[in-house]
């Protein structure tokens, strides 16, 4: 059985240092969390930057991170984690799904997370909130000025004569700590009034009191009956019951529904401003925060607040008394200014021969004699608006006019109170007036008018086309400078107020309509979804309170003068001409419709395929038809707004506008295939109807003279297309003889490649007998190798036999010289010794013969060697 091979993988390269050595920030670059945690109970403030080594976003924030930490280094600690590295434990603890990550602790508070933009400005504006979560308010000037802010305040009142804190701060200051939590946008302001005289101002009594500001709608205090006080119910608390009526929009940048869920709640409302969250003053943010709040101020009946900016200045007592006190008087001696209910009718046009209409207000109002008791209408009653409909309608004739510049007013008694009557007040505009509705001077000006019981009327002058602007009709109001209070609550077209970060998310923008050339990035757009249209203010204009009133109020009206901004296709500026028409948003109505030529539009976008596949016969159409009558036009939907009337949910869709009834577009049939035969049928046939006038001789010979240019057009391109023909044919011609001599290049190819097929089959079987021939010969000589072994192994053998022979010899040569000198003492055996000496000379002889041999065989058997080798 075969075991499965080991996966084999490189381990991670060791992590280095993330920010640099000299930086501020301390840089834990393997991950060690444990040494974080340490580090962290040593400060009271400490932000950690959780990043990944390769993410894109980290190595972008890290600057931002450096220039904060050098600001604020001497008051927070940074710390900066790898949290990627896979051995160190902030990688095996934490599991986040995004980098980086900011945490802020606060002491033992913790984490509060970051989720704002990635600039060092919104990240120090964040830190700082977290540093002082409280702002300590000792003076009336200092409360006037936090109540001034367009974001939501929560003040808490507490008497600092406890040791340490008095009871209940720790709770406050803990709630400030949660609401940063759980909104990172940080829209609620936490105080603290330390002086007893100050709290009074805002009706705070007793010492741990929580106080909730509100600007349009009555403040609150902490229901301490109702609810623990704990900081996590003050902080659900506040933002349950806090004020938006304008809100921060800050999206991330990846796949979010935030602007998505935003637009679905209703018509928005999109600022654009350029924002440093560190200045100290924020002028435009001011007036446009304040156009909001008179936008949402729809409680009229209470005293609208003072202008708390102005009178932060000065700690003068009279800030209660005069200012508040004039008001009071002026709604209880004018009770009609007091909210009216109002309902909008218009008349039906009696004169068809008048461009005009009369637009009417109906209001239910107070009486101005005298009341048994103060009477409120906080809501519209239902029975009492039909009443009032009822009355008017009875009365329409009363106030009907072709042509009237005036106001006209009229009251009507009650049929439920004696106390209560109606008031109706009618105006004619003319439909061409709305053109110049934002006049600056004497279009919002509030006249006086004065009303009259039971018919009769009192007229002034009065030349607002707006209905909403209900100030108009209301007797020496002057509570506000602005007539845009209360709209969002007189409308039914309320809009939802957004502002962004024009240095941020001017791409938002550009994509809205916004001028890129333009070097002061403020922008204004109302968004639609529901209409499915939206509108662009002048970029001409400055973006101050006025503009951003007429744009609101204009938006309201029954009929808007506003003009829908439609998206143009910004790659489309050459003015070359071309066969078919390339139209845009912008070119869509001279091209189409004041143009003198019949109009064949195609409708068409980028991916449509088999749009693409219609392209050569739109160009084979537009080269037939005589371009002095005719335009071959097409627009890329996907890249241009439509009127509602022309838009289409199918592609390819082709129309055709005749000459002189552009309105009488005709559609060409989906079920008809699309090619140059149907398109020409379908154009002869709209483009010559029949008039119902009688053809006079003038018009027969201008009907003769457009058939022989036609005649003479078709001719001319008949001979163009008979041209072609030929020119095909030749080219037809060409091809076939190209043709046939690539066909015998291949038979020739083919030939060659059997060929050298053959020759590698034959130097295959030759490659193979060479190594058959190899092989053998490799065996021979091993053999041959063995042989000469043994050889060599015998020589060694007869060299050891010689040695032996020598040493016998000389033994034998000793033996013979001690017999000689025998032979001198020993006469009588001379004789035995010679004979002795022969035999011992023979074998000497034969002893000698055999060395001989054996030194030519060991000769022999090493020249044999040596030629082996």
């Not at 070359?576 to 189409?592: G, L, R, Y």
């Not at 036009?633 to 838009?647: G, K, Q, S, V, Y």
């Not at 290049?745 to 034959?762: D, P």
């Amino acid at each position: 059985s075969c075991s499965r091979a080991k996966d084999v993988t490189m381990p991670a390269k060791l992590p280095v240092n993330f920010f640099s050595t000299r930086s501020p920030v301390i840089d834990l670059f393997r991950g060690q969390l444990d040494y974080a945690d340490h580090l962290r109970q040593d400060s009271e403030i400490v932000l950690y930057f959780f990043y990944a080594p390769w993410c894109g976003q980290s190595i972008a924030a890290r600057e931002e991170i450096e220039h904060v930490a050098s600001r604020l280094s001497d008051q927070v600690l940074f710390v900066a984690v790898n949290c990627w590295w896979n051995q160190g434990k902030c990688r095996k603890q934490k599991h986040f799904f995004y980098f980086p990550v900011i945490h802020l602790y606060h002491r033992s508070f913790g984490p509060i997370e970051y989720k704002g933009p990635m600039s060092a400005v919104y990240i120090e504006k964040f830190v700082r909130r977290v540093m002082t979560p409280l702002l300590y308010i000792s003076s009336r000037s200092k409360l006037l000025d936090f109540l001034s802010n367009y974001e939501p305040g929560v003040l808490g009142y507490f008497e600092f004569n406890a040791s340490p804190q008095p009871p209940g701060y720790l709770t406050f200051f803990t709630s400030a700590l949660h609401s940063l939590k759980k909104d990172y946008l940080g829209t609620i302001r936490f105080g603290v009034i330390t002086d007893k005289r100050v709290a009074e101002e805002i009706s705070l009594v007793h010492s741990g009191s929580v106080y909730l500001h509100r600007h349009v709608n009555t403040s609150l205090i902490y229901p301490n009956d109702i609810m623990n006080y704990t900081a996590e119910n003050i902080c659900k608390w506040a933002l349950e019951n806090r004020e938006m009526f304008i809100r921060w929009l800050r999206p991330h940048g990846g796949k979010s529904l935030l602007l998505n869920n935003e637009l679905k709640k209703g018509p928005a409302l999109l600022i654009f401003i350029p924002y440093n969250p560190l200045a100290e003053i924020h002028p435009l943010l001011d007036e446009i925060t304040k156009v909001a709040l008179e936008y949402h101020n729809c409680n009229k009946s209470q005293a609208v607040e003072p202008d708390f900016q102005h009178l932060g200045d000065t700690d003068s007592p009279a800030f209660d008394s005069s200012v508040t006190d004039a008001h009071m008087k002026l709604l209880e001696t004018f009770s009609i200014t007091k909210y009216p209910c109002c309902n909008t009718v218009v008349l039906p046009q009696w004169h068809s021969i008048s461009r005009t209409h009369n637009v009417c207000e109906l209001c239910i109002n107070q009486t101005l004699g005298v009341k048994p008791n103060k009477v409120h209408v906080p809501r519209c009653n239902f029975l009492e608006i039909e009443a009032a409909l009822d009355s008017f309608y009875l009365q329409e004739h009363t106030f009907f006019q072709v042509i009237s510049n005036t106001i006209e007013c009229s009251n009507f008694l009650s049929f439920y109170s004696p106390f209560s009557y109606y008031t109706a007040c009618c105006r004619t505009v003319n439909r061409h007036f709305l053109s110049f509705i934002s006049s600056e001077k004497t279009i919002f000006q509030t006249p006086r008018v004065a009303f009259s019981s039971h018919g009769k009327k009192g007229n002034t002058q009065c030349s607002i086309p707006h209905i909403e602007d209900r100030n108009c009709f209301i007797p020496d109001l002057h509570i506000s400078g602005t007539n845009i209070t209360g709209l969002s609550c007189r409308t039914n077209k309320t809009l939802n107020l957004y502002l962004l970060d024009s240095n941020l998310f001017w791409i938002y923008a550009e994509r809205l309509g916004a001028s890129r050339s333009t070097h002061l990035k403020e922008f204004a757009a109302i968004v639609d979804l529901k209409e499915e249209v939206h509108y662009v203010l002048d970029q001409n204009q400055s973006l101050v309170g006025s503009t951003l009133e007429n744009f609101i109020k204009n938006f309201s009206i029954l009929y808007s003068p506003l003009k829908r901004h439609l998206v143009d296709d910004p790659s489309v500026h050459s003015h070359e001409q071309h066969v078919i028409t390339e139209v845009t948003t912008n070119t869509f109505h001279d091209t189409v419709f004041l143009s003198e030529k019949n109009v064949l539009l195609l409708y068409y976008a980028q991916w449509c395929g088999f749009c693409a596949s219609l392209n050569h016969i739109f160009i084979q159409l537009a080269r037939l038809l005589p371009p002095d009558n005719f335009i071959v036009a097409r627009i890329d939907i996907t890249r241009n707004d439509l009127p509602w009337e022309f838009m289409t949910d199918h592609l390819p869709t082709i129309l055709f506008f005749p000459h002189q009834r552009k309105e009488q577009s005709v559609k060409f049939p989906e079920d008809f295939s699309v090619n140059l035969p149907n398109l020409l049928k379908f154009i002869l046939h709209h483009s010559n109807l029949s008039s119902s006038e009688p053809c006079t001789k003038e018009c027969l010979h201008k009907e003769t003279v457009l058939q022989q240019g036609h005649i003479s057009h078709l001719e001319r391109e008949i001979q163009k297309l008979r041209s072609e023909i030929s020119a095909l044919h030749q080219a037809h011609y060409r091809l076939e003889a190209q043709l046939s001599e690539a066909r015998q290049e291949e038979h020739r190819l083919q030939e060659q490649k059997h060929t050298l097929e053959k020759q590698h089959k034959t130097l295959q079987l030759r490659s193979e007998q060479l190594q058959a021939t190899y092989d053998q010969k490799n065996q021979e000589l091993l053999e041959m190798a063995e042989k000469l072994q043994e050889l060599a192994d015998a020589s060694e053998n007869l060299l050891k036999e010689n040695t032996l022979l020598r040493i016998l010899v000389a033994s034998r040569e000793g033996k013979l010289q001690s017999k000689d000198e025998i032979k001198e003492s020993l006469q009588s055996e001379q004789m035995v010794s010679e004979d002795n000496d022969v035999s011992v000379s023979k074998a000497t002889a034969t002893l000698g013969e055999k060395r001989i041999d054996n030194t030519d065989t060991t000769e022999t058997e090493h020249n044999s060697g040596n030629r082996t080798e």
